[in-house]
């Protein structure tokens, strides 16, 4: 038999139950319908009769009435009233059923007698006077009886009739109630009888359910035990073969494959660090425990929808990261802090750095991505301490410095006595190690209030020839004691820059101060600006349809190798083999200094033949419509 078969067959006793309400409420019914019939068979009849039998007496005694005043019918109905009363009669007296009522039948028919008697002297009877005595005493007389015996009949049979209703209604509440509780008491036993039979037809399909839930647990020797052929029993044996076939896989190549997938599950899990990889559409594939308690993600669930609730500012930076990925670019590192990304933790903000990597397919495809967000927050906390510590120091040095430089310049111009030249060469040697650690301890204030974001631009509107020629003014003494020539190129018709003066004034310093320093003698720098769209390898720039100006600083030094250009703009970075000098911090600050003003800074060169150091900078609005 099958499951549904057996199913089906749990309704029977409800079904059983309902029926044989059906079949008793049918048979009280049936009675109960046939009592009315009983009614007119056994009363209504005689109540027919009775009126039948008052109507023929009343007609009979009419006709005396007529005969006493003279007026004569033109038929003679007495002897079919006779008839009719005497039919009527015999049917009352074939339809005896109340108590009494054979009494009455035999009164009437006394009464009957003596009438017909009383009219027979009335009319044989010729002489109007006797007439007259006769019919009213005699057969008025006579005519009552049968009148009273008729009404008693009636009064016998209507009084039946109204109390057999009376009971026909009792019985029909009676049977109502009946059926009320029958109806719930089969409904209950029939239910209770469904309901073991189902809990009964089911209890196989627990015992597959129980050995389900072991084998996920991870008892791979849980099995269904289940006797029959039905449905539920082929699904046992079902799951029976699955859970062996799974088993001797556990044994096999496949099953060490997947312990080695859970061990490197477990691996990731033990990462302090989030670890999360996506496919090439940003779907989450899998994720370690780090990455769902900070990024609140949820493990039960797959696909992009799991990364809904995770921050807008993590979920952007993953997308960047993956479309980096994706795009054939390799692996993701961080070039500094300005990379981090801050993250909000019931112990206190945390501070990440992002890596990705590319997972490959068995074709060699680009699959997915695999994401890794470094902890650096204690690494984090330490480089502002180190900053502060360095800002403190540079600024505390700046007091005794000056100080410094002041008395040797005091000693140099000979203000306070004449100086050997022995003495003049180590002052002077003093004064330019002094220069230079001026320099330096500038650039560590200047890379303190970069890194804090400090620094405080005083935009205004100003003249890119204006930039250029004060620049060049600046270091043309520099310039020309190497014997390098200086020279500007400003293209005609260039709008105004929005930008600090004195801010864009220390970046040319340190492109310039590069420049003269890695340039032959009797070469010459040229110092250019020009529309950021017409400058050659340079992005059309474009922000909420603001232009931009680029600067160039073109030099005939050695250039600088392309392995070491990508670095160049970095804190403390030197190109190995350059000439002593500066602590690497000026072309960091000056690309802090330019992205501050919403621009870029980069360089273009080739060994031996020079470099192209530039930057752009944005244009100043529009200036508002006069009034007329």
């Not at 301490?385 to 540079?394: D, E, P, Q, R």
Request: hydrophobic content about 45%.
């Amino acid at each position: 038999m099958t499951f549904r078969s057996k199913l089906m067959l749990t309704m029977a006793p409800l079904v059983a139950a309902l029926a044989l309400v059906g079949i008793v409420s049918s048979m009280i019914t049936s009675v109960l319908a046939r009592q009315p019939g009983t009614i007119w068979k056994d009363n209504y009849r005689s109540v027919l009769a009775a009126q039948r039998m008052k109507e023929n007496v009343e007609r009979l005694y009419d006709s005396a009435l007529f005969d006493l005043q003279g007026v004569q019918p033109q038929a003679d109905p007495v002897g079919e009233h006779v008839k009719r009363f005497e039919h009527e009669l015999t049917v009352e007296a074939q339809n005896i059923t109340e108590p009494g009522e054979a009494e009455a039948v035999g009164k009437l028919r006394l009464t009957w007698t003596a009438y017909q008697a009383a009219l027979d002297r009335y009319r044989a009877e010729s002489e109007p006077a006797k007439r007259r005595e006769l019919l009213f005493p005699l057969v008025t007389r006579a005519f009552d009886g049968v009148k009273q015996a008729s009404d008693e009949i009636l009064n016998i049979n209507q009084d039946a009739m109204v109390l057999k209703g009376q009971r026909t209604e009792l019985r029909a509440a009676r049977f109502e109630r009946f059926l009320t509780v029958a109806v719930l008491v089969a409904s209950v036993l029939g239910l209770l009888a469904s309901v073991s039979l189902t809990a009964r037809l089911l209890r196989p399909l627990g015992v597959v359910s129980a050995a389900v839930r072991r084998f996920g647990q991870g008892d791979l020797q849980a099995r269904a035990r289940v006797q029959g052929e039905d449905d539920i029993a082929r699904l046992a044996q079902e799951f029976n073969t699955m859970a062996d076939r799974l088993e001797r896989y556990r044994r096999s190549s496949l099953g060490e494959m997947l312990q080695a997938q859970q061990a490197s599950q477990a691996a990731i899990d033990s990462l302090p660090d989030p670890v999360l990889m996506l496919d090439a559409a940003g779907a989450l594939q899998g994720t370690n425990e780090a990455a769902r308690k900070i990024l609140s993600i949820d493990p039960e669930e797959s696909g992009s929808s799991t990364l809904e609730h995770v921050d807008p500012a993590v979920r952007s930076l993953l997308d960047r990261l993956r479309t980096h990925v994706l795009g054939g670019h390799g692996a993701y590192s961080p070039k500094g802090f300005e990379d981090s990304l801050r993250i909000a933790a019931p112990a206190g903000e945390r501070i990440y750095l992002p890596r990705a990597t590319p997972i490959y397919g068995e074709s060699g495809s680009i699959t997915g991505t695999a994401l890794v967000l470094q902890d650096i927050t204690r690494l984090f906390r330490f480089d502002e301490l180190k900053n502060n510590l360095v800002a403190t120091v540079a600024h505390e040095f700046r007091t005794p410095l000056t100080s410094l430089r002041m008395a040797i310049h005091l000693c140099t111009e000979e203000a306070v006595g004449s100086l050997t030249t022995k003495q003049a060469d180590l002052l002077f040697a003093a004064r330019e190690d002094c220069e230079r650690l001026q320099a330096i301890v500038d650039d560590l204030l200047n890379l303190s209030r970069l890194e804090s974001g400090g620094i405080d631009l005083q935009r205004r509107r100003v003249e890119p020839q204006s930039l250029v020629d004060l620049a060049i003014d600046v270091h043309s003494a520099a310039a020309a004691t190497q014997r390098i020539a200086l020279r500007s190129e400003v293209y005609p018709g260039l709008p105004e820059a929005f930008a600090d003066p004195d801010r864009l004034h220390l970046v040319f310093a340190n492109l310039l101060t590069n420049a003269i320093r890695y340039s032959p003698a009797g070469s010459e720098i040229v110092v250019r600006a020009l529309p950021a769209t017409e400058a050659p390898g340079a992005p059309l720039e474009a922000v909420r349809g603001q232009g931009f100006i680029r600067f160039e600083v073109c030099d005939h030094g050695p250039g600088v190798p392309a392995e070491h250009q990508e670095g160049l703009f970095e804190k403390f970075f030197r190109v190995p083999g350059s000439p002593p000098g500066g602590a690497g911090l000026g072309l960091f600050i000056a690309r802090g200094i330019v992205q501050a003003h919403g621009g870029r800074i980069g360089v273009t060169s080739e060994p031996g033949k020079g470099a192209t150091f530039w930057f752009t900078i944005p244009t100043a609005p529009d200036r508002p419509a006069q009034a007329a």
